[in-house]
Structure formats: structure tokens, C-alpha cells
């Protein structure tokens, strides 16, 4: 009971968007799809709604077959990153739209979109045009209009790039609890990591048109499968190096020696691609920190609480997320420390994680 | 508030002030002056009042005129908003053939308006030219200097040929502008194509529409070129319209206060529609 893409592949022309994939979402499931821009997530959306049709493969959909199904057939609702809604019916109508078109009797309707329109706070504004909406407002009767009519499949492509922060917030504190109890499928396509790790749910992390893992959300974060994943799933940017583990010593840069710690002192010596989350790279030295990187600082950026450091290590860019307000002077030469015991080993030729 | 009055910056609207009095008000105030004078040459004037509007608003020609002008611009806007409309919904929105379209359909809008006149002047000579022989041909009597109705029929086609471009251009400008999502969203509701026409297409192009058909309403009813190449006004005064009418009053007949007056009351239309149509238009954008 579930939907399945089994070997799906999108081709146009010379180029490929989407290269075969397989992927099981069950029943009731919140999915996110984690991907920069261009790397397939609406694509794939769209090959589960039936709107593109897959170059190859099969989509299943409770053990039917539905590839060559159109959207129309499917029972699919979707929210877009622009805020689509008919531009001169009130908010009401919009809501209604989707049960007007399947036929469904006025007072049924109403009870839906009053229901609809009760969760999205939107009540008082049933009388409204679009264009007399904010932009949050216009994205709620949006996702209004997705959830009214009781679809199998609910897919979100980026709803909230184009709100403001604040709104965003809002929104995406609110979304799991809408679809929560629904025996819909939700897709959530989105560029933040931040996000993902929100929403919980599974998640399917997508480089240039593959997906590199699917499972649920903090084992994926937690213990990616290979260095894409990692790279994928990391916000600031994961921080990569190639050591060479000798004994119980990682040698890092050249110079600097790290102790293997806990993980890494299980693998065979060799060469690996270590890679360290921005947050277990600290200013200070705690009780964790085993290793130390030097570098010259070229960007910090304090926000309220966090700081954020960008290291210049030997023509690597390392990164460093830590709470509390560490200025550092842009161009000094600084030290940060590495809590090693928290890093990710990767094979340096396949790339895929080895600890 | 630190607010500096600072009134040098006059200065750098002067000239634009000194351009709009130039082109605009002066020549604007002399139809004025003449309007309500009479003059027999010699740089005299004698004041006459609101005689030369007297004269006018009870004037048969200029009432004929209109009528005939009013007529002619709801057919032109009847059949170039729908066609317009209607080719611009069948254009490819992408692709090749987008450029080809756009650029055959640019070209009626470049030639200039006398050649314009003159091509269906040709086109139109019942013996040699090719529609003209082609209509007679079929059977049908045409000849569009001796028969009013075939002189209507050139003209309108003319204008149809010459402008409907233009509202092609912009409608397909707005339609490209429409963000894909709609199109997608629709489909996913399971929108047939002509709700999708009626509730996301034509909704979106309420602007540019407006924009055509004021375009189209100014041009059509200020047309004199086209028509005093092809018809000259004939047969008779059949396509004889304002523009026009007003000029061989001006040069023909150099009466230069009833054509000043012609003028105002020509200009005053136009405004007066102009605006009534985009307020009721955007009435509904300002609640």
C-alpha cells in the first residue's frame, strides 16, 4: 500500500534529468526531497503526479499500475514555490475549485472548505480575491486547496521559498500538523537542510538527478551512506579532508596529527576522506575536541546566537557553526577545534561511508 | 527631520517643462485661440465666442462623420481584439517557431502607413489587382471606388491586416508571462481548456487587454493615411472620417476656426472614452 517508482528515468533529449530510481513511499508518510536547485526534485514531483510522463520505468500506486495515468485520474494535489491560486474567484471559490470539478453537492463543499479554510486560519478572509492577500495568506489558501479534497498524493514543491522569513516560520511550524492523521502521501520538495531535519519524516537526499539515499530522516543526517549524501544533507557545507590514518594517529594537512578516536581507530590504516559537520568545529576547545585545524580567518558571520567561521586551511575552506559570539578579525590567524569523534569516514575512490 | 528646501532642483525640470509647452501646450492653446476667433488673414482676429462649437455640434457633415467613425472603430475593435486574442492563444510558446511567428507577424506593424494604403490600393483594383480580381472572379461584384459597401470592406480588411499584429504582440507577451504553475495547477484540478481560458488566462491578460483596446480605440478612431491613399474618403463620402473630414475643412476649405473647434471637440472624444473605459477597466484594482 503504498506508492512505487521502480526504475524510473526521465531523459529530454541528450540530457538526463532524472537517471533511474526506485523509491517506496508509504502510505500516511511525510517525505522530503533535499536537493540544491536543478537536481531533480520537481522533475520527480512531477513523474509522481503524473504530469511528465518517466522516459522508462514504472510508478505503482497501491499495487496498480498507474505510469501512463494523468494527473486528472489521480487524485493528486500540489503547491507550488509561486502562489497559484484562480486569480478573480474570492478565497472561498478557490478552496472550493478542486470539489466543484469533481461534481460534489454544495453542502459537502462547504463543510469541506469551511473545515480547509478553519485549519489555515483563513476564515475571515473567505470573501477576499487573491490579489487583496498577503503572500502567506495566498500560500494558505493554496495549500487550502491541496488538502480540501482528500488526495492520495500531496505534493509540495518548495511552498515556502517565497515567503518571508517570519511567515515562513509560521507556516512551516504548522504544515506537519495539518497532514498529520491523513492518509495521504506528502511529498516536501526543499532546498534546506534545516527543513528536513524539522519535519522529520523520510527524507531522499537528490544530486543531479539521483537520489542518494532514502530513509528516515535522522539516520540519513546521521549516518549518510556516502560523501554526496553527507555534502547534500549539510548546511553550511560539510567540511571534507583526506587523511591518512596510521595506528591509532590521523595525519591530517601534512602537519597536524589527530588521534583516530573512537571510529576511526576500528578501520584498516589507509587513506579516507574525513568529513566534519560545521557545528563540531569550535572556536573553543571543549571536552569533546581532540584535534586542531590553523588557518587564516576569511568570513565570520554572527547572528544573534551563532557564529558562524570560514577558515582558510591550506587553500581548504573549513567552516565552523558554534553557538555563542566568537568575533574573530577577518584575515587573523586563528585556531579551531575539532571534535573528531564525530566524523564521517569515506572511502577517498567510491565515496561511500566506511565507518 | 532635517528636510532641506533646497530650490535649485526646479532647474533640472525645466527642460522637460520647457519641452512639454513646445510640443504639447502651445500648439494646444493656438487651436484654442483660433477656436474661438475669426480670422481673415492678415494676422487679425475678432473674438466670436463658442460659434464655431455652435456651429459644429449642429453640423450634419461632422454628425455623419462620426457616425461613420464610430462604426468603423467597434468593427475594427470587434474583429482585431478576438483575432488577436485567438492567434495568440494558438502561438507556440516555445521553440523554434516562436521567432519565426513573432517576426512575420512584426512585419505589417513596420511598413509605413502610406505604403500600407497604397499596397491595398493595388491589391484591391478589381481588374488587376489580386484581391480585387479574385472576389470578382467568384462572382461577386466588387470595386471599391465606385461601391461603398466593397470600399468598407478594403478598408476594415486594411486595418485588420495592418494592426491585429499589435494585439497579437501583446497578448502573447502577457500569455508568456504567465507562470507555468497556473497551467500545471489547472491540470492537476482537472480544468477543461476552456475553464483554464476563462479563469487563469483571461484573468491574467485583463491588463494587457486593456491596454490593446485603449491602443486600438485611439489609432482607429484617429485613422487618416491608410484610408485617404486607398479611398481618398470615396466613394462619395462613404469612408469619409473625422480625421478626415477635419482636414479638407482646414486646408481645403481653410476655415480655420471651425477646424480649430473640430480639433478640440475631436480631441475632447477620444480623452473623454479613453478615460471612461480605463476607469471602469481598473475599477475594481483600486477598492
Known sequence: MALELIDIAKRVGSETHIH????????????????????GKTTLMQIMAGIQKPTSGTIRFRGKDVTGL?????????????????????????????????????????????????????????????????????QRTAIARAIVKDSDLILLDEPLANLDYK????????????????????????????????????????????????GPTSSTYRLPKDLLTAQVFSDPPINTTRVEKRGDKLHVFGSKVWPAGQVGSGLPDGVYTLGIRPHHVTPLPTDVTTGEIEGRVLVTELSGSESVIHLDVAGDTWVSQSHGIHPFEVGSHATLHVDVDRGLFFSPSSGERVS | MNKVVNNRAWWLVLPVFAMVLFNALLPLMTVVNYSLQETFGNNEFFWSGAIWFEQLLHDDQFHASLLRQIIFTSIVLVIQIPLGLAIALCMPRSGPWVSVCLVLLALPLLVPWNVVGSMWNIMALPDIGLLGKAINSLGIPYNYTRQPIS????????????????????????????????????????????AVFRYIQLPKLKHVLTIA????????????????????????????????????????????????AFSIVYFLIILLVSWLFYTLMMRDEAK
Not at chain 1, 494527473?71 to 502562489?83: A, C, D, H, P
Not at chain 1, 463543510?111 to 477576499?128: D, F, T
Open chain 1, 20 to 39: 533511474p530510481t526506485s523509491l517506496v513511499l508509504p502510505e500516511g508518510s511525510f517525505n522530503v526531497l533535499l536537493g540544491t536547485t536543478l537536481a
Open chain 1, 70 to 138: 494523468a494527473v486528472q485520474q489521480r487524485n493528486v494535489s500540489m503547491v507550488y514555490q509561486q502562489f497559484i491560486n484562480y486569480p478573480n474567484f474570492s478565497v472561498y471559490d478557490n478552496i472550493a475549485s478542486p470539489l466543484k470539478v469533481a461534481g460534489m453537492d454544495t453542502a459537502e463543499i462547504e463543510r469541506r472548505v469551511m473545515a480547509a479554510a478553519e485549519l489555515l486560519r483563513l476564515k475571515p478572509m473567505l470573501k477576499r480575491k487573491p490579489s487583496e492577500l498577503s503572500g502567506g495568506q495566498q
Open chain 1, 167 to 214: 511567515l515562513r516560520e509560521e507556516l512551516r511550524d504548522e504544515l506537519p500538523k495539518l497532514f498529520a492523521g491523513r492518509n495521504a502521501i506528502v511529498v516536501y520538495a526543499t532546498t534546506e537542510p534545516s527543513e528536513a531535519l524539522l519535519f522529520g519524516g523520510n527524507t531522499a537526499t537528490l544530486h543531479e538527478g539521483r537520489i542518494t539515499q532514502f
Open chain 2, 151 to 194: 470600399a468598407w470592406f478594403t478598408v476594415v480588411l486594411m486595418d485588420v491586416w495592418h494592426w491585429t499584429s499589435l494585439v497579437v504582440l501583446l497578448c502573447y507577451a502577457g500569455l508568456v508571462a504567465i507562470p507555468d504553475a497556473y497551467y500545471q495547477a489547472a491540470k492537476v484540478d482537472g480544468a477543461k481548456p476552456w
Open chain 2, 213 to 260: 483596446i485603449l491602443l486600438r480605440f485611439m489609432d482607429s478612431f484617429m485613422i487618416y493615411t491608410e484610408v485617404i491613399v486607398l479611398t481618398g474618403g470615396g466613394p462619395g463620402s462613404t469612408t469619409k472620417f473625422l480625421s478626415i473630414d477635419l482636414v479638407q475643412k482646414a486646408l481645403g476649405g481653410f476655415d480655420l476656426g471651425p477646424a480649430a
